[in-house]
């Protein structure tokens, strides 16, 4: 049998919220990766004539200028619309895929900010551990992993691309526009095998880094133990809620003291005041009770509102050790508890 420091449980909310707090979040970059290369194909392929446009304005400024003496102003300029157009051409789609990236982001772990990520910890600059880590099991595994990625990937890229190039002689014979038709429709083709390819391997990869990052947070049996003893807080504020609710508790059973049928007293240390609804029940509840001082205040608020009060040492005690307040007397008192409400009900219809 597992012992109290064996890691078998599966980790509390708060310690997955510590953990997310320092940074520590189930991310997959599979999955990230997957999502910024479509994106990335989408912008491209949407841009396409735009970043073209740029492209040859570019050019026609390069042959525009060709004619021109080399002086200062002139690479000044070209320097100036190169750098413009460049950034035109690049811009949009860098925001694309930056965006993409800040999305898949969140949809794996939400929006989170925090620098204990970035803090600089002093024993991560320990050689002997980064040796360690450099020749870890876990960092052969992710070798072998984006190994067997790379080449499936690029395997099947390849063969689509092999089954492309025995089509050339017969695009040889297509007119110019055909071809580059055919060109990017080869180019589309392969891009959209590759990014399949890579996103079942993202959802490999989402499910492993998340089985992963749960088994690493689990906890042992006294770890869960010692967070509750102090998630729990101080004894002081425990002791303080403790009474803050037995007054509340107390209040309202005070409250249920007007209605009751009878108060059976000791007479002076016990008092339990019992109601009788037969619509309800078949038995008696004890609708409020208690000993000495609450006793005492029980009997008061009886006689301020007109309950009865009948002194039964034995009774009163035995309803008071064996019955718990809002619950149905035991069976065993029937008798008696029926004889003190028969008592009741003929005193009360003589007064009347």
């Known amino acids: 049998m597992a012992d109290d420091t064996e890691k078998t449980e599966e980790p509390t909310d708060k310690k ?19 999502v910024t290369l479509f994106v990335a194909i989408l912008a491209l ?10 492209m040859i304005f570019l050019f026609k400024y390069y042959f525009n200028i060709m004619a021109d003496g080399v002086n200062r102003e002139m690479l000044f300029g070209l320097a100036f619309v190169t750098m413009r157009e460049f950034l035109m051409i690049v811009l949009p789609l860098a925001i694309a895929v ?19 990520a970035i803090m600089p910890k002093l024993n991560k600059l320990d050689p002997i551990k980064g040796m360690k880590n450099l020749v870890s099991m876990k960092k052969m595994i992710e070798g072998v992993k984006v190994t067997f990625k790379s080449f499936t990937t690029l395997g099947v890229g390849f063969l689509f691309f092999f089954f492309f190039i025995m ?9 110019l526009d055909a071809q580059l038709d055919w060109l990017q429709e080869k ?25 992963q990052y749960f088994d690493g947070l689990k906890m042992s049996k006294q770890e869960i133990k010692d967070e509750m003893k102090n998630m729990e807080g ?25 209605d009751a049928d009878v108060v059976i ?5 016990y008092a339990v005041a019992l109601k009788y609804e037969e619509s309800k029940g078949h038995a008696p509840i004890v609708v409020a009770k208690g000993k000495d001082n609450v006793a ?17 040492p034995p009774l009163a005690r035995s309803l008071y050790e064996e019955v718990a307040i809002d619950k149905a007397i035991p069976e065993a008192l029937f008798t008696a508890v029926a004889e003190v409400l028969a008592y009741v009900y003929k005193t009360n219809k003589q007064k009347r």
């Open 16 to 34: 997955i919220e510590d953990a997310r707090k320092e940074g520590n979040v189930p991310k997959s970059q599979d999955a990230s990766g997957v």
């Open 45 to 54: 392929l949407l841009l396409f004539p735009y970043m073209a446009a740029h």
């Open 98 to 116: 930056a965006i993409a990236g800040v999305v898949a982001a969140l949809a794996q772990f939400g929006f989170l900010f925090t620098a204990d």
């Open 167 to 175: 089509e050339l002689p017969t695009v040889a014979l297509f007119g």
């Open 187 to 211: 180019a589309l083709t392969i891009a959209l095998v590759m990014l399949f390819i890579i996103f079942v391997f993202a959802i490999i990869d989402v499910i492993i880094v998340r089985k």
């Open 234 to 258: 101080d004894p002081l504020i425990k002791g303080k809620i403790r009474q803050i609710q037995m007054e509340a508790s107390r209040k309202r059973m005070m409250n249920e003291v007007p």
């Open 265 to 269: 007293t000791n007479p002076t240390h």
């Open 296 to 312: 005492i205040q029980i009997k008061k608020i009886a006689r301020e509102n007109s309950v009865q009060i009948v002194q039964n």
